[in-house]
């Protein structure tokens, strides 16, 4: 059997998470492993502005500072437990199998903890705690994507059923991962659903190479279509494909030729990630 890991914190992202993990469930037949963390920002963070402020000095916090980040913890626990008996309820209804974690820590720790015994790993691109962070993409999603090596997917405000998925590529070495990684979701997918590899280029003579290149991948996959668009700003050639062309799902790899020029996830990724409206399986 497969197995699904889902990190929740009960926001829409997170329930779009949710949602994705068990559709995703019952089409491949897995498990889905529920992940709620306490994270150690959120205990720490609002007294941060206390113990800084110059107001403040002098004042012995003591055994007030030592409740409150009692309560806050134990208010937390609370609303992760809560979070997870929704989430187990929503895959009973949707019959698929569950199993929670509740952790405290680093996030992106505790899914690298967990993620060897997964096969995929979904979460929301944003969640309660983006707030708190200071990467660009919210939720953890950069660290994860950094320390995992397992296909992530990424749950935007609103999802809709997979049944066309985009697949961009690039002919680097995490491309050809993702190509083949839909490959084996096209095998064992029990729904129908349409696959199109396209590749944004930037001059017309590369057309040729790059068609080749594709065409020779997906020979043995007729059903397969590809497409081959020309812009000088591949991110942004990729959200309006994807979005004009109303594909359900996009697939790409977490970095690209240019990976040693960029930072985390590479500037082509991050922006298509941060603006595109539909959810972004990244594989790496």
Not at 39 to 54: A, I, R, S
Not at 98 to 114: D, P, T
Not at 193 to 203: A, G, N, T
Not at 253 to 268: D, K
Request: proline share 2%; charged share 30%.
């Amino acid at each position: 059997m497969y197995n699904i890991l889902v990190a929740i914190d009960n926001s829409d992202y997170s329930k779009n998470a949710m949602s994705m993990a068990c559709e995703i469930a019952k089409n491949i037949g897995a498990k889905v492993n529920i992940l709620f963390v306490i994270e150690n920002k959120l205990l720490y963070h609002p007294f941060v502005p206390m113990m800084f402020n110059p107001v403040m000095d002098g004042y012995d916090l003591g055994e007030n500072y030592t409740e409150m980040f009692e309560n806050s913890r134990e208010s937390i626990k609370k609303f992760g437990r809560e979070a997870l008996e929704k989430a187990v309820e929503y895959c009973k209804k949707q019959e698929v199998e569950a199993v929670c974690y509740l952790r405290e820590g680093i996030l992106s720790e505790e899914i690298k903890n967990l993620a060897n015994d997964n096969d995929l790993i979904i979460m929301g691109i944003f969640g309660l705690s983006s707030k708190f962070s200071g990467g660009l993409l919210g939720s953890g999603v950069e660290e994860v994507a950094r320390i995992i090596n397992k296909p992530l997917l990424l749950a935007p405000e609103k999802v809709e059923k997979i049944e066309k998925v985009a697949i961009a590529f690039d002919n680097s070495e995490y491309a050809n991962k993702t190509l083949r990684l839909s490959f084996w979701m096209k095998k064992i997918w029990k729904s129908d659903i349409e696959f199109e590899v396209f590749s944004v280029i930037e001059h017309k003579d590369e057309e040729k190479e790059m068609t080749e290149i594709i065409n020779g991948l997906i020979a043995e996959h007729p059903e397969y279509k590809s497409r081959i668009l020309l812009s000088d700003n591949r991110a942004e050639m990729i959200i309006n494909h994807v979005t004009e062309s109303e594909f359900d799902l996009l697939m790409m790899g977490a970095y690209g030729h240019s990976r040693i020029r960029e930072l985390i996830l590479g500037g082509t990724t991050s922006e298509v990630i941060r603006k595109i409206r539909v959810p972004v399986l990244l594989n790496r």
